[in-house]
Structures are given as structure tokens and as C-alpha cells.
């Protein structure tokens, strides 16, 4: 025997199977998404720190490549050069005396000044400040002055790379820790700067060296992030020396610091993974996810030697455990919400099984039998609430269906009213129209009765009469048949037809009013023929509609342009006059009901509000784009490949 489901089962099994996967995705959709918006703020952040660091690092060497060679030009340098090619040399040792003062005050002044050194052209130190001392000149004596140097170091390579610099030209060390005579340890890193000095005549009179102190990069570093968030660190890049390719120069365990002169020979290839340094030793900037600790690590390069294979990148990381911290609470608020919903769904489903199923399924297919037809009724006996909502609905069916055919006849009421006085603007040039046409044969039926009275009969002169008569006849005709076949009431029939040719007859419809009005219409036609499925008479009245508009508001000598073209599957006629606008004010009631700014007794007010159904109805759009003394547009489009129906709703 087959087991069968009851239908408690049945709607519990399905609110389950549709329930727990929405939750499930759900779920999931949530998580992804912020976790993606967690990643995306952390990256913003980290990348504008790294980018801050990198361009503060750059303002640092350009400060202090401004204040060496400010110091190059002082009076205190100048002097010592002038009093060496005096070759005076008690005025050098005036003017030696005067730039230690000098060295001295501006090192204790400017906290990022280690020490400062003039140095000659050969070699011999004759100043030298450090760290707010003045350093005793205890070397050897210098040739024919009698004046001994503090030290010499003509064969240091920062000394002969200088002497081979333009006037101007600074050249920089590597970031790496110093090295005093006479000290056991390492001092703290410092960065070289350095320029050459020349004598009045042109040659070399020596070098000026300042020492800045790498402390300055390090409080840039350390305080780009906190340890709860992540860290930053300063390596190298440096392609020419493999020693210092990939060493960290500021990191906050000290114990990675300068691998290369320390001993521990800790590098970042060390500590991450091939792909991630090779971005930091060969792009200038990047963000990159460490795939093992999905950390997100921001980098910036910066080269003070205007180089791409050496210089400086400033690496900001960020902890996953921190920023993925608020993604953890999400996540079990998650959890416990989907069980609940869980819960209450199959609460809900026992429930609606042992009441109101049944009836709601009935009023749903009744609901849907009236949305096909509505003479269809909810056939339901029930008196509980789901009995009153099916006689509601079945009310509302009979009202609604009374409203629609009511609407129909209001609407046919309403276009038709607005035809008659479309015909009635144009009733004037039409009787113009006519009347020449009459005119002409009254006074060929006189011209033709004198010849009669007078017996002066010409049969030749008869018929081309009444061949002129025949011809004035059916110019009447067809004038008359024009104006019923756009004042006829009709059932809307719809057709292929050119729409350039729509536009023509409202065009000659409308013919004597634009000569009176002396109004110049361009009508651009599209080369091919634009055909479209429409009730032919609808769409001309839109055309005269419009085109009456236009004509009220333009003044003797106006213009109205007429575009018809492809745009898309659609049909576009744009029919554009260059009269005074449509202020702003005006523009949202323009296709409201009865809404006119004509005077009374010269518009219905429903011109453009039956434009506006008629091509609703059609399934296309009516737009109007103008501005105040630069005229108006009004954009009409038509689908071309889409059949219409007969016009009425069913």
C-alpha cells in the first residue's frame, strides 16, 4: 500500500524544502556580504595609510635634502670657503670656529639632525657636530694651515660619490644603522646626505654631510596602526645589492631590524610567500591577501633615489582576527535566527493546515478565475472571515468590471469630444477650403447657362465645363471625405501603415492654419519606409493634437521641425516648434485632464491627455523636453515589433 502524506505533512515537507535553503543562502549572502564590506573598509584603510606613510616619508627627504643644501649656501659655509682661497689662515681658523658655533646651534634646533660635517677636497673633516656636541679636531694636521682635521675619509665611498656630483646634485645613503670609532654597538639608523662645494672659481672646495636620523621613519611607521589591528613595517628594495634586497628596516620586533649588519639576516622572503614579495620588490603599490593568515596587506614603494630597482616600501597589515572579529557575532546571531525561523515556519505550517488551507486555495483559484475573466465568482460558503474576503473580492469583481465598461465609454465619449474639437480649431480654413471649390463652379454653371439663354452653344466649351465642374466636385469630395474620416466614430482598427504617411494627412488637414499662421513645417523623413502596426485615425489625431499646440503658441514666421526615424525597435517622431517654451511650473500638468492654459472657450483642456492614453495604448511613449524661449519638443515612440490587439481590454 502506497503511504500518502496528509496535507500537514505535505505543507510542513514544503516550508521546509523552501524554507531552510533561503536561509541557508541567505545566510550566506549575508556572511559573503560583509565579510566583502569588512575587506573593503579594512583595504581602504590600509591602503591610505600605507600611501600617508610613503608620501610623509617623501616630505622627510625632501626636507632634508632642502635643509642641506640651505646649509650649503649659509654665510657660515661661504665664509670657510672664501678665508680657504685667502688661504688666510687665521681667518680660516675664525671662520672654522664661527660654522662649529653654527653647526651646533642649527643641529640642537632641528631634532632630525644627527650630525653635520664639512669635509674638504681631499678628504680631511674640518667640522663636525654630532648629536649636539662639537667633535675635537684630533687628526692629522692639514698641509701649510697648521690646523688638524677631526678625521679623514677620502677613501669612504659616500665621499668619493659626492665629489663627482654637479652644484646642486644631493647624493643619499642607504637607511642602515651607524658605526662609531671606539663604540661597541651599533647606533641608531640613520640616512647620509650629502653635496659638493666648490670655490668662487669653479672647483671643488669639498663636501657638506648631513646625518638624519631613521628614528623619524620608525615613529612614522609604528604609529600607522595599532598591535590589536595589525602592524607596519619598512623593507628594502634593492635589486643591485642582494644583501639588502628584502631586509626590514623598521619592524616592531627590533630583532628583524637590519638583518644585513646585525647578524640575524632576517628578510621577508623569510616570512612570506614568493608571490607576495615578488609584488613588493616589482610594483610600486598593491593590496594582497596572504592566503594562509588571510591578512591583508596594503604596500606603497618609495624610491628618494628615483629609482624602481632600489628604495624604500612601507608595508601595512591588517589582522584578520580583528577586522573578520564583528563577522564571528554575525554569524551566531545568524545561526540562532535561522533555527528560529526554522521553528516558526513549522509552527506555522501545522497551523495553516489545520485551518485555512483549504479555503485560501479555494478563494486564490477563484481570485485567479476572475483575473481571467471577470464575469468569473468565487464559489465559496464559508461565513468565517475567508468567506467575507471571497464576497469582496467577488463585489470588487462586479464593480470593477461595471468601472471598465463604464471607463470605455467615458473614453470613446472623451477622444471623440476632443476630435470634434480638434475639427472645430480647423472648421475655418476647411470652409475656406470649400469654398473655393464651389466658388469656381458657380461661375462656370453661370458662364455655361449665359451661353444657353443666348443659344451661343459650344459643345467643346460644354464638356471642358463640365469636366472643370467634375474636377471642382471631387476636389469637395475628397475634402469632405478627409474631415468625416477624421471626425468618424469608430472602433479602433489596427494596421500597417507608413507612418510618414499619418503625418502628411495631419499635416494637410492642418494646412491652412499653418499658411495663416505663416508657420514654416520641415518634415525630415527617414529614407525607408517605417511602417508599424496602430489604429491609423488614433495616431493622426496625436499628430493633430500636437501640432495644434505648436501652432496656438508660435507667432507669424514660426518654425516646426518633424523628425521621423528608427530608434532602436522602436518608431521616433519628435515634432519640435520654436516658440516661447513651457515653464517649469507648468511641465508636470501638461497631460493632466481638462488642464489648459488657453483661454476659456479655446481648448477642452484633453488634447494631451487623449494623446497621452492613445499611445499608452499602443504600447509606446509620449515625452516632452522644452525649456522657457527656446521652444518645445514633443518625442513620440512606437514599437515596431510587437502586435497590438484590437484595442479593447478584456
Not at 535553503?21 to 549572502?29: G, R, V, W, Y
Not at 654665510?75 to 671662520?95: F, G, H, N, W
Not at 615578488?278 to 614603494?301: E, S, V
Request: hydrophobic share 40%; charged share 25%.
Amino acid at each position: 500500500m502506497k503511504l500518502k502524506l496528509g496535507i500537514g505533512n505535505k505543507i510542513l515537507m514544503t516550508m521546509l524544502a523552501v524554507a531552510v535553503p533561503f536561509l541557508i543562502i541567505f545566510s550566506i549572502l549575508i556572511l559573503n556580504t560583509v565579510e566583502e564590506i569588512l575587506k573593503a573598509n579594512v583595504t581602504r584603510q590600509i591602503t591610505r595609510l600605507a600611501e600617508k606613510s610613503a608620501d610623509n616619508l617623501n616630505d622627510l627627504i625632501e626636507r632634508s635634502k632642502t635643509l642641506l643644501l640651505t646649509i650649503a649656501i649659509s654665510p657660515s659655509v661661504t665664509d670657510l670657503i672664501e678665508a680657504r682661497e685667502l688661504e688666510s689662515p687665521e681667518k680660516i681658523k675664525q671662520s672654522i670656529h664661527n660654522l662649529e658655533e653654527y653647526f651646533l646651534k642649527l643641529q640642537k634646533l632641528n631634532d632630525i639632525i644627527q650630525a653635520i660635517r664639512f669635509i674638504d677636497e681631499k678628504g680631511n673633516v674640518w667640522v663636525k657636530v654630532r648629536e649636539g656636541k662639537i667633535i675635537p679636531r684630533k687628526g692629522p694636521l692639514i698641509a701649510n694651515l697648521g690646523i688638524r682635521a677631526v678625521s679623514i675619509k677620502k677613501d669612504r665611498d659616500f665621499f668619493k660619490k659626492t665629489m663627482l656630483l654637479n652644484n646642486g646634485e644631493v647624493w643619499i645613503s642607504n637607511l642602515e644603522k651607524g658605526w662609531m670609532e671606539g663604540q661597541k654597538k651599533w647606533c641608531p639608523a640613520m640616512v647620509r646626505f650629502s653635496t659638493p662645494l666648490f670655490f668662487s672659481n669653479g672647483k671643488r672646495a669639498g663636501i657638506l654631510i648631513i646625518n638624519v636620523w631613521g628614528k623619524q621613519v620608525g615613529k612614522m611607521i609604528n604609529r600607522l596602526i595599532s598591535p590589536q589591528e595589525g602592524m607596519a613595517f619598512l623593507i628594502e628594495r634593492n635589486l643591485l645589492d642582494e644583501k639588502r634586497n628584502g631586509i626590514f628596516l623598521f619592524h616592531k620586533k627590533c630583532s628583524c631590524e637590519f638583518g644585513n649588519q646585525t647578524g640575524s639576516h632576517i628578510t621577508v622572503f623569510q616570512r612570506f610567500p614568493d608571490f607576495i614579495t615578488k609584488a613588493w620588490m616589482h610594483t610600486d603599490k598593491g593590496i594582497i591577501l596572504n592566503p594562509k593568515t588571510k591578512d591583508i596587506l596594503a604596500h606603497r614603494f618609495f624610491s628618494p633615489y628615483h629609482s624602481k630597482k632600489r628604495g624604500w616600501v612601507v608595508v601595512v597589515q591588517a589582522n584578520s582576527s580583528f577586522f573578520m572579529a564583528p563577522l564571528t557575532i554575525i554569524e551566531n546571531r545568524i545561526i540562532i535566527s535561522a533555527l528560529l525561523m526554522v521553528l516558526l515556519a513549522v509552527l506555522a505550517a501545522l497551523y495553516f493546515a489545520q485551518s485555512i488551507t483549504e479555503p485560501i486555495k479555494q478563494v486564490i483559484d477563484g481570485t485567479h478565475r476572475i483575473s481571467q475573466n471577470l464575469s468569473n465568482r468565487i464559489s465559496i460558503k464559508s461565513t468565517d472571515e475567508i468567506g467575507i474576503l471571497a464576497q469582496k473580492i467577488n463585489n470588487m469583481a462586479s464593480q470593477l468590471q461595471k468601472n471598465i465598461e463604464e471607463r470605455k465609454k467615458l473614453d470613446a465619449q472623451i477622444y471623440q469630444s476632443e476630435k470634434l474639437a480638434s475639427i472645430g480649431e480647423m472648421a475655418a480654413g476647411l470652409a475656406h477650403e470649400l469654398n473655393t471649390p464651389l466658388s469656381n463652379i458657380k461661375a462656370i454653371a453661370s458662364l455655361s447657362k449665359k451661353d444657353l439663354d443666348t443659344g451661343k452653344i459650344n459643345l467643346d466649351a460644354v464638356k471642358e465645363d463640365l469636366n472643370d465642374i467634375k474636377e471642382q466636385t471631387e476636389k469637395c469630395s475628397e475634402i469632405i471625405s478627409g474631415l468625416l474620416s477624421f471626425a468618424r466614430k469608430r472602433n479602433p482598427e489596427f494596421a500597417l501603415f507608413n507612418i510618414n504617411d499619418l503625418i502628411e494627412k495631419a499635416l494637410s488637414l492642418l494646412r491652412l492654419k499653418i499658411e495663416k499662421k505663416g508657420v514654416t513645417v520641415r518634415f525630415q523623413k527617414n529614407e525607408d519606409p517605417l511602417s508599424v502596426n496602430v489604429d491609423a485615425n488614433q495616431i493622426q489625431q496625436v499628430f493633430v493634437n500636437i501640432l495644434l499646440n505648436a501652432l496656438d503658441v508660435l507667432d507669424f514666421g514660426g518654425l516646426i521641425t518633424i523628425i521621423s526615424e528608427k530608434a532602436g525597435n522602436h518608431l521616433k517622431i519628435s515634432i519640435k516648434d520654436n516658440g516661447p517654451g513651457i515653464p517649469p511650473d507648468i511641465m508636470p500638468k501638461i497631460f493632466n485632464p481638462f488642464f489648459s492654459t488657453k483661454e476659456v472657450g479655446k481648448g477642452t483642456g484633453l488634447g494631451l491627455s487623449v494623446s497621452y492614453g492613445i499611445v499608452k495604448n499602443h504600447g509606446g511613449t509620449i515625452e516632452v523636453q522644452s525649456k522657457p524661449g527656446q521652444g518645445t519638443t514633443f518625442t513620440v515612440k512606437l514599437p515596431m515589433n510587437s502586435l497590438q490587439n484590437n484595442g479593447n481590454d478584456k
